[in-house]
């Protein structure tokens, strides 16, 4: 595979105009990368990091609140040490440290509990429970900020028309626990559906997750980027797309 690699990244020197590359980092598939090492490529994303330096071009990495593995109650900031839990935080840690190193001209952001109108993600899923079933039980001591795609967007785009580089923490504003979210789509989403509390000790995982996922947006402060809305705005905005999308026929129900 590294050959195949190799081949493509010198077309990629010869031809590219890209001006900005992103690096899409975010994977609810948590689970999966701590069973497969291979998803780590790490040769395959160094190649790729110079190729994007040589040409120029800026590069987003986005990078997850899986790289801190913190508990505690304090926001975490861009220097706080990291100690990810699972292969999924390390492999996005290890892909920072590479970032800065081969790419400079480079933003990465970390950000969290991503959702959006394409793919999968926890509204969607907990959309589906709470008309499949009567009840639920939700985490309720991992506490962390959700983000909507619709607002990271356009963040991300007016990084990219500047010279800030750095590292950066994007999320919705204000903090919540999996619990709570998941109270907030069924009031929106008028479901019935009862949400229990449960601790994460409780609640069996294939890969460990931080209870503490709260980022200080202070670094987007300090560059004068604009803070996102509330996540609770955010939520309301995003199921009021969604129900479009399925009136339109755009999108399946989930």
Request: glycine share 8%; aromatic share 10%.
């Amino acid at each position: 595979a590294a050959s195949v690699i190799d081949i493509h990244a010198k077309r990629l020197l010869r031809f590219s105009t890209v001006d900005v590359g992103i690096g899409r980092a975010v994977d609810h598939s948590v689970w999966l990368v701590g069973f497969d090492p291979m998803h780590d490529l790490r040769h395959i994303r160094d190649i790729a990091l110079l190729s994007i330096n040589k040409t120029g071009a800026k590069l987003i990495y986005i990078s997850t609140d899986y790289v801190f593995g913190a508990s505690g109650e304090q926001p975490l900031g861009i220097y706080e040490a990291k100690n990810p839990l699972n292969m999924y935080g390390e492999t996005k840690l290890s892909g920072e440290n590479s970032t800065r190193i081969l790419c400079p001209r480079s933003f990465i952001v970390r950000t969290s509990w991503v959702f959006g109108i394409n793919g999968s993600n926890f509204v969607k899923t907990m959309l589906r429970l709470g008309r499949e079933k009567e009840e639920i039980s939700v985490v309720s001591d991992q506490i962390g900020s959700p983000t909507y795609t619709a607002d990271l967007a356009p963040l991300l785009c007016d990084m990219a028309m500047t010279e800030r580089f750095g590292t950066y923490h994007a999320t919705n504003e204000g903090y919540c626990s999996w619990y709570e979210f998941a109270r907030e789509i069924m009031r929106l989403g008028h479901l019935p559906a009862k949400i229990h509390p449960v601790a994460t000790a409780d609640y069996p995982s294939p890969a460990a997750r931080p209870l503490n996922s709260r980022l200080s947006k202070e670094s987007l402060d300090e560059a004068g980027f604009p803070r996102l809305p509330h996540w609770k705005d955010a939520l309301q905005r995003y199921l009021s797309e969604l129900a479009i999308a399925e009136e339109e026929g755009v999108l399946k129900a989930f």
